[in-house]
């Protein structure tokens, strides 16, 4: 399986983004059970959570993005979304997709927010 993110790019403070990740090379009844979560990281720190969802379609957020923030999941596509709002400065990185199990990473898509 492999974990292709895009979507990211350069916008405003207060713009919006999608990012995009797909799990190719799975079939759904691979990718329907998993835990996917979008993590980021800037450099000099560690990678961070930001969302998750759960086979369920549980979430779970990180509390600098709540209200702002929105994780989603096709398993027919086998892909998941975030879909940021209200982007702030703060929020540039490098947004990296994760499916668990197997603790799999995807390549990373860069989001950067200018003031």
């Known amino acids: 399986v492999q974990l292709q993110a895009s979507g990211g790019g350069l916008v405003q403070a207060g713009g919006s983004l999608r990012l995009s990740c797909v799990a190719s090379r799975a079939i759904t009844s691979v990718f329907s059970p998993r835990t996917m979560a979008w993590y980021r990281q800037t450099p000099g720190k560690q990678r961070e959570l930001v969302a998750s969802?759960?086979?369920?379609?549980?979430?779970n957020y990180a509390d600098s993005v709540k209200g702002r923030f929105t994780i989603s999941r096709d398993n027919s596509q086998k892909k998941i979304y975030l879909q940021m709002n209200k982007l702030e400065p703060e929020d540039t990185a490098v947004y990296y997709c994760?499916?668990?199990?197997?603790?799999?990473w995807g390549q990373g898509t860069q989001v950067t927010v200018s003031s």
């Open positions: 994760h499916m668990n199990p197997p603790g799999q």
């Open positions: 969802i759960t086979s369920a379609r549980v979430t």
